[in-house]
């Protein structure tokens, strides 16, 4: 049953890409104009002209994303932590295994965030989770998320015998169970979860269905500004945005339909 959701949520996140679209209108312009069908052909030609210049001026990826952001305060305050947990997906696993060493992603700040954490609260346990979430992680992956964000924290300073790792995972509420079976939180332990702003409210809700007693949000990552900030010419940028906003919000949906 997991694995079917697992393989679902990538054929929806794959329909729901701005890309996915982009190439579409493209392909019936083609289409169109192969069979003679000229009015068909203009019409969605105006239609991947438009929904391109609207991509690269409009911030509407910031748009969605700036409510997911808001629902926790970033740094809140925090005393007598046991265990710090870290979800994957800032790790660029793949150049990691060409290349060696550490290779992180965009959301890097997770892991940066969980270092300094780690400082903070010296006598915390430090929990990485993450196996692979890509299709060709399906039978395990070769490299896991959280074996390389333990090498960043280890290159940080943090001791070995503070780490625990959950390398099975392959989506949010996998870690949240996977990571409760490994740490077995107790009622009274505060642990501050780390991921990225737009990504925490479905992580919270994953974390209080699975079971974990004291949980207190700690956003980073923050990728929306206001409107007139983000108004400019970056197709790039608008277009990642408006990918992590659709998926957040359709994955937010699913997963309290599926009570994860």
Not at 117 to 131: C, K, N, S
Not at 145 to 161: C, H, N, P
């Amino acid at each position: 049953m997991d694995t079917a959701l697992f393989l679902l949520g990538k054929l929806v996140g794959l329909i729901l890409r701005a890309e996915t679209w982009l190439v579409l209108l493209a392909l019936l312009v083609v289409v169109a104009q192969a069979r003679g069908r000229a009015r068909l052909g203009l019409w969605a030609g105006c239609a991947l002209l438009a929904l391109l210049v609207g991509l690269t001026v409009l911030p509407v990826g910031a748009l969605l994303l700036r409510p997911l952001e808001a629902a926790y305060p970033a740094e809140p305050p925090l005393t007598d932590v046991a265990g710090i947990i870290v979800l994957g997906g800032s790790e660029d696993v793949q150049a990691s295994r060409a290349w060696g060493g550490v290779q992180l992603r965009a959301s890097g700040e997770r892991l940066a965030a969980g270092a300094e954490l780690a400082r903070r609260f010296p006598r915390a346990r430090v929990l990485l989770l993450g196996g692979g979430g890509a299709l060709r992680d399906l039978g395990g992956p070769m490299v896991s998320e959280a074996s390389v964000g333990a090498e960043f924290l280890r290159r940080q300073g943090v001791a070995e015998a503070r780490l625990t790792l959950e390398e099975r995972s392959r989506n949010t509420a996998e870690n949240a169970a996977r990571g409760l079976a490994e740490v077995a939180a107790r009622e009274g332990e505060v642990w501050v979860l780390v991921t990225s702003a737009y990504h925490m409210p479905r992580a919270m809700r994953s974390f209080a269905a699975a079971g974990w007693p004291d949980v207190v949000a700690y956003p980073v990552d923050f990728r929306s500004l206001p409107f007139g900030a983000g108004l400019g010419w970056n197709l790039p940028e608008n277009m990642d945005a408006l990918n992590i906003a659709l998926r957040e919000w359709v994955g937010g949906a699913a997963y309290r339909l599926t009570g994860r």
